[in-house]
């Protein structure tokens, strides 16, 4: 890919949104191509590799000491990284790599699983998992978001992005950045070469603005306050949610998402290119310590219209997914995989997996968590150190497998190349591209 040139328009987005306008004729810096010596180092050598027969797919689960990786068919464990602290797990996009968050920025993490074609067929390989010494560099790392076979990386603490091609990303490739004014936010690179990018500071933010290859704003909005996620939809439509429901990006627009409550925050979101339609948490009350919702949110990204649906529990951030099929998935507090009719709000199957079990006061404290991959639906357990893989279509659980650690995120790759991902980030899991806060308050962003 060659990178596009985009415009960083650092003092333009420090501005108010209502004055861009004004300002609209005036030049805008370039934006800067990424520089791999600066902003990720070398890759590490290439692990021993094996030649298997069949495509295999590959889990991480992060723990306090660091990441355990199993084979996704066999649950058994086939790795493990040390690597202490609280780390976050990332999809890069090309079927073999994640970005873990941790201190300095994202460090690739090599799952040792991909697939090289060969005239009309593929040969697979299989290799120990490496954590790399690829690097991009972030202060605070946030947001990572794969899209159109690119991924954007978000740092939070200096307000950049840097955009790198999907398939070069683990290499440390060059790409370009784009500054923005620091705050916790994201970036989604579209199919057309359009940009659409959270606004703000690091008290406030509230701004939705869709940029144009070379930097040119094409749509704004300053009406979304507290503006945090996003998830893309079929057709390309990205959905951001709001403390007062959501935004809707698509066709050159940006709209609205009216609901019925006046505190009505959706802050994680899950989409699926199989539907138009994007699942969301639903919060009401601005003054809980910790709310625990029994609603979510269907947002149709084609009138920019919600539909509410009543749960028999409660969720937490980490509960939402979608199916291969387009199915929204909701894990709740009863231990069970709720399975909903994106199109209609019927619960169409209610799937026990884990026992019951009640999320956290702390955010980072670990509860159980979804991932779809590779055909199958993956559930932690904590409580009792397990990992779950539920069949949708079968609505049972096919497997499970005890673990010497207590998992927290859970993330994973497929083993496909590159070219034949469309959007890792949101068709496959997005609980990892958009589970990134549970902002109860905005001072508690994460």
């Excluded at 040969?123 to 794969?146: E, I, K, N, R, S």
């Excluded at 990386?153 to 398939?167: M, P």
């Excluded at 539909?307 to 199916?323: C, H, K, M, Q, T």
């Excluded at 997996?353 to 199958?376: H, I, K, N």
Aim: with cysteine; glycine share 8%; charged share 25%.
């Amino acid at each position: 890919m060659t990178p596009r040139t985009r415009a960083a328009a650092s003092l333009a987005l420090a501005l108010p949104i209502a004055l861009l306008a004004a300002c609209a004729d005036e030049t805008e810096p370039a934006a800067t191509p990424a520089d791999a010596s600066a902003d990720a180092t070398d890759t590490a050598e290439e692990p021993a590799a094996g030649e298997v027969a069949t495509q295999t797919a590959r889990l991480a689960l992060t723990h306090d000491a660091g990441i355990v990786v199993l084979d996704a068919q066999t649950l058994e464990q086939v790795g493990d990284v040390d690597l202490p602290g609280f780390n976050r797990l990332n999809p890069v996009g090309d079927g073999r790599h994640l970005a873990v968050s941790t201190t300095g920025g994202f460090q690739v993490l090599d799952l040792g699983t991909w697939g090289q074609g060969h005239d009309d067929h593929f040969h697979w390989f299989t290799a120990d998992p490496v954590l790399t010494d690829v690097t991009y560099d972030a202060t605070t790392p946030g947001h990572v978001v794969v899209h159109d076979g690119v991924t954007a990386f978000f740092d939070d603490g200096t307000g950049t992005v840097q955009l790198v091609d999907a398939a070069e990303a683990a290499t440390g490739a060059a790409g370009e950045t784009v500054e923005l004014p620091v705050h916790h936010g994201v970036a989604v690179p579209l199919a057309d070469g359009t940009l659409v990018v959270t606004d703000g500071t690091e008290e406030e933010r509230s701004g939705v603005r869709l940029l144009a290859a070379d930097g040119t704003e094409l749509a704004a909005t300053d009406q979304c306050p507290g503006v945090h996620g996003e998830a893309v939809a079929a057709d390309d439509a990205v959905v951001l949610g709001c403390t007062d429901g959501a935004v809707v990006v698509a066709g050159g627009e940006i709209t609205k998402v009216e609901t019925p409550d006046e505190y009505s925050r959706i802050g994680n979101q899950a989409g699926s290119h199989e539907s138009p339609i994007v699942l969301g948490d639903y919060k009401t009350d601005p003054d809980a310590e910790l709310e625990r919702p029994t609603t979510v949110s269907l947002i149709d990204t084609r009138d920019a219209s919600v539909r509410l649906v009543e749960l028999p529990a409660s969720y937490s951030f980490r509960s939402l997914a979608r199916g291969d099929d387009g199915e929204a998935l909701v894990l709740t507090t009863d231990g069970a995989l709720q399975v909903i009719d994106p199109a209609s709000g019927e619960i169409t199957a209610s799937i026990p997996v884990v026992d019951a079990w009640e999320e956290p006061t702390e955010w980072q404290e670990a509860r159980p968590a979804l991932l779809t991959l590779d055909g199958s639906v993956y559930v932690t357990d904590p409580a009792n150190q397990q990992v779950h893989a539920v069949d949708l279509v079968e609505q049972r659980v096919w497997a499970s497998a005890d673990l010497d650690v207590v998992p927290n995120e859970i993330n994973g790759v497929d083993g496909l190349p590159a070219d034949d991902h469309e959007d890792e980030a949101h068709a496959e899991d997005d609980h990892a591209e958009d589970e990134h806060a549970n902002e109860e308050h905005d001072d508690h962003d994460h």
